[in-house]
């Protein structure tokens, strides 16, 4: 009879635990949520963050544009935008981009060795959430 008790108590406490762990995890959720939703600055938006150039031969050059959106309520302005790689080039307008505006960034590979693309854009703005990552991929034969 001990024993079942023990057992039962240990359950109960993990139990509590548990419900308590997710609580916690909604609240956070419901935090992000409505900091999201209380953008006062501009705000940067991409429909994708990842960029597939499929497959490619070396020497090829292809270019892709991503689209961003500003979803905040001041206009924003992309401070810088790098890559990892010098076989990576972009190319970006300097103006600001209004509320609900849209502006692109042209990202340029060039194909140089074989093998798989996995490389970085990193876009730095005004935006309260001020660096957004974008991922390339794709293959080189």
């Known amino acids: 009879m001990k024993k079942?008790?023990?057992?039962?108590?240990?359950l109960l406490?993990?139990?509590?635990?548990?419900?308590?762990?997710?609580s916690s995890k909604a609240a956070s959720s419901e935090k992000n949520t409505a900091a999201a939703t209380n953008v006062t600055g501009a705000e940067i938006s991409f429909?994708?963050?990842?960029?597939?150039?499929?497959?490619?031969?070396v020497g090829d050059v292809k270019t892709?544009?991503?689209?961003?959106?500003?979803?905040?309520?001041?206009?924003?302005?992309l401070d810088n935008v790098t890559t990892n790689?010098?076989?990576?080039e972009?190319?970006?307008?300097?103006?600001p981009v209004m509320p609900g505006k849209t502006g692109v960034i042209k990202v340029t590979y060039t194909?140089?060795?074989?093998g798989?693309?996995?490389k970085w854009v990193t876009v730095m703005s005004n935006a309260e959430t001020d660096r957004v990552v974008l991922k390339t991929s794709g293959e080189v034969k």
Request: aromatic share 6%.
């Open 4 to 10: 079942i008790l023990i057992a039962f108590a240990i």
């Open 13 to 22: 406490v993990a139990n509590l635990g548990m419900a308590q762990s997710n």
């Open 47 to 57: 429909a994708k963050k990842t960029i597939d150039y499929g497959t490619l031969h």
């Open 64 to 77: 892709i544009e991503m689209v961003y959106t500003n979803t905040g309520k001041k206009p924003l302005i």
């Open 85 to 88: 790689c010098d076989c990576t």
């Open 90 to 95: 972009v190319d970006w307008s300097k103006k």
């Open 111 to 114: 194909a140089k060795h074989t």
């Open 116 to 118: 798989l693309i996995s």
